[in-house]
């Protein structure tokens, strides 16, 4: 009987969402209320509830929404010593740069990290820079990204530059920043639960969450970071860098050794940490859901 009544309730909101896409809805939160519930009711999975939402939102949000700001904007210098540019792209880790001259308003075009790695190899004569460089593509900040999304798709680009109203470079976008609205954050094998704080792993190092606030941090590790201006880990290293941290860098302090493993334009997101010295052996720890960072 119970299975009669999940059929007879799924028959009647699969009659009602049907109803919906012929014009009997008036609107968009009408439409996406009745998602909502099908994921309730276990009709469609939760995650692909989530992700038709995150479809809608990107017709509601601007470039200026999800773009990297110029500021933040990982480029290459177009006089750069060729081995200098190597190490930088390695650094990075990125698979495109925005060549810039004397300043990021004048972007010479885009560098992939494969063209690069293809003209070094082994016994090729050195090439030189502008030879390897694509044309760079220029959108408004105030494109919607379901138009860029088409445009990213149908161009057969991944990266665009962002220009304000004055012709001036405001920042940079690609497309897994459009993606990441719909199917959320595109995570590696360095990515920790926004919960979880510290993961030991097994070559005795630990993976730590920029977000750990540094009170936590000082009792797991018995040390003593402070800074008025910053509660949280990867605050910390911000601040004590003077700048957003980037993939690969290093910072030793109070015997312990930070490696930034992930991170993105904004901000940094794990460290790997060595050499520590816990002060009762450190397990995985947890934030706590109701304890503010």
Not at 124 to 134: D, M, Y
Request: hydrophobic share 40%; with cysteine.
């Amino acid at each position: 009987m119970s299975e009669d009544r999940s059929s007879e309730r799924s028959r009647s909101w699969w009659e009602r969402f049907t109803q919906s896409l012929r014009g009997n809805v008036d609107d968009q939160e009408s439409l996406l209320e009745l998602i909502r519930e099908a994921s309730e009711r276990e009709v469609i999975d939760a995650e692909a509830a989530r992700m038709i939402d995150g479809i809608f939102r990107i017709g509601d949000l601007t470039v200026r929404d999800v773009m990297i700001p110029r500021a933040q904007m990982e480029v290459v210098e177009i006089d750069s010593p060729l081995p200098e540019i190597i190490a930088r792209v390695v650094e990075q880790g990125h698979s495109r740069f925005p060549v810039v001259g004397e300043d990021r308003d004048d972007v010479q075009g885009i560098l992939l990290a494969k063209d690069l790695l293809r003209a070094c190899r082994q016994g090729a004569p050195i090439p030189e820079l502008r030879e390897l460089l694509r044309p760079a593509t220029y959108i408004p900040e105030s494109k919607h990204l379901d138009h860029l999304l088409y445009e990213f798709r149908t161009g057969r680009h991944h990266m665009a530059l962002v220009v304000d109203e004055y012709g001036g470079v405001a920042g940079l976008v690609t497309i897994e920043d459009v993606l990441e609205i719909i199917v959320g954050e595109i995570e590696d094998e360095y990515d920790i639960d926004e919960d979880v704080m510290i993961i030991p792993r097994e070559d005795g190092d630990y993976l730590v969450n920029a977000l750990i606030p540094l009170e936590d941090f000082n009792a797991a590790f018995a040390v003593h970071l402070e800074d008025e201006d910053a509660d949280t880990l990867g605050g910390w290293v911000s601040r004590q860098l003077g700048h957003v941290p980037r993939v690969g860098e290093k910072l030793s302090v109070q015997g312990l050794h930070l490696e930034v493993l992930r991170a993105d334009r904004r901000r940094v997101q794990t460290f790997r940490l060595s050499s520590p010295s816990p002060a009762a052996g450190v397990m995985a720890v947890e934030r706590d859901p109701q304890a503010g960072l």
